[in-house]
């Protein structure tokens, strides 16, 4: 391992901006409503996100009955099946984990950890939440119009969305449309925040290579989402054209119920392209925030510093990069040039190099760690089985030859829900257990955290492995029943029956959850401002939980990278990134360190 000295401050340059005028609260209406603290916006977000989420749980539920009990339920129609796997599939990717990712953790985490007293435009920060809140109340509203909500799959393709043949082609559609619009125009607001506060708040001597990669993951996935959102944009908004005003952007000339429309010469393939340049990027805006929050959790409950952070950084940039090349691999199945395949084939493939790299890396950091198994670390080690377990599926999908039989099967259900569903909903869980204590001031149950852990990995695991095997048997996506088709065996229904008992009893026992997170929130043990004895800035705060400002009068001033832990002749296991090499409690009982700390970051 390469040693060096540490630089003095002034040998970075400084990256601190003027000190801001904050806008202080004066009235409850303007700290807890109308506030424009970003921590106060990011407990905003979450809870809108987890409210909605909740409904597309209780969504799945209705679809796992219908699928498990396929003569049971009167009342989930055909119909009404397509509208709740399109409500849920939306939610769950747009709503909730886009939204909880970086509206919720970005918020809260980017100015805490490169020390910032909050975003730069607290104000358009605060707007960005109410937008976000209308975007979510508009598609719930869709719920109440006639005909419902849309039921055109959440990949909206026309020319079937907005015939009269889909459900909630009336009003359902155009509330979906108007909703995600309004997403993006809110999501654009909290979007430049993050990105300018990243490259102008942070404090003196945090350097880019010096931040968290907590940081890094919501950095990037915010850029990824600034260029690809827009894409989905004009493609609400074209389509809102075409269903609205007549004109023909993806409609080509069709016969609807044996009647010619005024539709012609649009390109519903144009639709397919403008959606997954943006579908296949958001797969990644999800996925970066994970990685970085996994690899501070495992650097932080492992005792050890992250392996090959440069390498960790590059590969989040990478990653982000090579997802705009790799849309159509969900297009395999519409006529597409063979040639054209083969390019997307092979840049889908090209994307697993970076990324096993990342979880070697990982490895690299739990090898001889000194490795806590506490409730973070759990659903981190979890995450990174996952998102494995997910990938090496992709790897299947992403070869046109073997997707191209599996297309539109419950293994692509399944190897979706491994790697953007479960994966992400685990490196939430963990990363909630792990800032809990720094939000609300207390420590949760760890016994109630343990059991919710076993029972949510555990569950996610058979509710998922089986579609798995469903999907090879060519059990079909996107079907209310199976019916009496030949070539799909009796047990498949056995199967699916013992699917959705196991979905709907752990969705249940996401009560255990809550119920920590409310009832330790105000009775849970009093935590001290780090328990986890952390490195990073968020930890060192002067007040627990953090006061509006975050810091006091003083800036925190950063003298080293993120991940001193376990330094070789420091009294203590960790060496906060605040605290200058001079100053550093050895072993010896004195002060200052004999061997410099390591840093191959720099
Ligand atoms: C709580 C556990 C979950 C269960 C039991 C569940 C169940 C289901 C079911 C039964 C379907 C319909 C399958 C079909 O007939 O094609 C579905 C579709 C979908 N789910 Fe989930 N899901 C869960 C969580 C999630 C999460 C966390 C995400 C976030 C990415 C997600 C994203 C989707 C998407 C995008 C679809 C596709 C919708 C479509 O085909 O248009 N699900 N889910
Ligand atoms: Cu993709």
Redesign the pocket.
């Known amino acids: 391992m390469t040693y060096f000295v540490p630089t003095a401050v002034e040998d970075v340059a400084p990256a601190e901006v003027a000190e801001v005028d904050l806008y202080h609260p004066k009235s409850f209406v303007t700290k807890y409503i109308f506030s424009q603290d970003a921590k106060v916006i990011a407990i905003q977000y979450s809870f809108t996100a987890i409210a909605i989420g909740l409904v597309a749980?209780v969504l799945?539920w209705l679809?796992?009955l219908q699928?498990g009990f396929p003569d049971s339920f009167d009342f989930i129609s055909a119909e009404a099946y397509y509208q709740f796997?399109?409500m849920?599939?939306m939610i769950?990717?747009i709503y909730l984990?886009t939204a909880l990712f970086l509206g919720g953790f970005g918020n809260y985490l980017i100015p805490l950890m490169v020390g910032a007293r909050d975003m730069v435009f607290p104000y358009v920060n605060m707007l960005s939440y109410w937008i976000y809140l209308l975007a979510v109340l508009v598609l719930v509203s869709s719920l109440f119009v006639p005909g419902g909500p849309t039921g055109a799959?959440?990949?909206l393709y026309p020319p079937q969305s907005i015939l009269s043949g889909t459900p909630g082609s009336e009003g359902g559609i155009i509330l979906m449309l108007v909703s995600l619009a309004l997403f993006i125009v809110g999501f654009t607001m909290g979007g430049l925040n993050y990105v300018v506060t990243v490259l102008q708040a942070r404090t003196r001597g945090m350097s880019l290579m010096r931040m968290p990669l907590t940081v890094w993951g919501i950095f990037v996935a915010t850029i990824l989402a600034l260029l690809a959102f827009p894409a989905l944009f004009v493609g609400a908004v074209m389509m809102m054209l075409d269903k609205l005003l007549g004109t023909s952007f993806f409609m080509p000339a069709i016969v609807e119920f044996g009647e010619l429309r005024d539709y012609d010469g649009g390109s519903p393939l144009l639709f397919q392209h403008l959606f997954w340049f943006f579908g296949h990027p958001e797969v990644y805006i999800v996925a970066l925030p994970g990685f970085g929050i996994v690899s501070d959790l495992l650097a932080t409950h492992a005792r050890r510093n992250i392996f090959g952070y440069r390498m960790m950084v590059w590969a989040i940039v990478i990653i982000g990069g090579l997802s705009f090349v790799v849309w159509a691999h969900h297009m395999y199945v519409s006529g597409m040039n063979p040639y054209f395949g083969f390019f997307f084939a092979t840049t889908t493939l090209i994307i697993a190099v970076p990324t096993a790299l990342k979880v070697y890396n990982w490895i690299l950091t739990l090898w001889r760690g000194n490795i806590h198994l506490t409730i973070p670390m759990l659903f981190a080690i979890a995450f990174i089985v996952t998102f494995v377990n997910g990938g090496i599926t992709g790897l299947f999908l992403g070869n046109a030859v073997v997707d191209i039989p599996l297309s539109d099967t419950m293994f692509v259900?399944a190897h979706?829900?491994m790697v953007?569903?479960v994966a992400p909903?685990l490196v939430i869980f963990g990363a909630i257990y792990h800032w809990f204590p720094k939000i609300t001031g207390r420590m949760f149950n760890q016994t109630l955290g343990q059991i919710h852990f076993w029972i949510t990995f555990l569950g996610a695991y058979s509710?998922f492995l089986p579609l798995h095997y469903l999907g090879f048997l060519g059990v079909p996506?996107?079907?209310y029943e199976m019916g009496d088709t030949l070539f799909i065996p009796d047990s498949a229904q056995t199967l699916n029956a013992f699917v959705s008992v196991v979905?709907l009893t752990v969705?249940v026992a996401q009560v255990i959850f809550l119920f920590n997170m409310i009832w330790s929130a105000y009775k849970g043990k009093k935590a001290d401002s780090n328990p986890w004895r952390a490195t990073t800035l968020e930890w060192q705060t002067p007040e627990t939980p953090p006061g509006h400002g975050n810091w006091g009068p003083e800036l925190p001033v950063v003298y080293r990278w993120a991940y001193d832990y376990s330094v070789p002749g420091a009294k203590e296991d960790f060496i906060p990134q605040n605290v200058p090499q001079e100053e550093v409690p050895n072993a010896e009982g004195g002060v200052g360190l004999a061997v410099p700390a390591a840093h191959p970051a720099e």
Do not use: C, E, N, P
Request: proline content about 0%; overall charge positive.
């Open positions: 749980l799945s679809m796992r699928l796997i399109t849920h599939g769950m990717v984990l799959g959440w990949t259900v979706f829900h953007m569903g909903i509710i996506r996107r079907y979905a969705g």
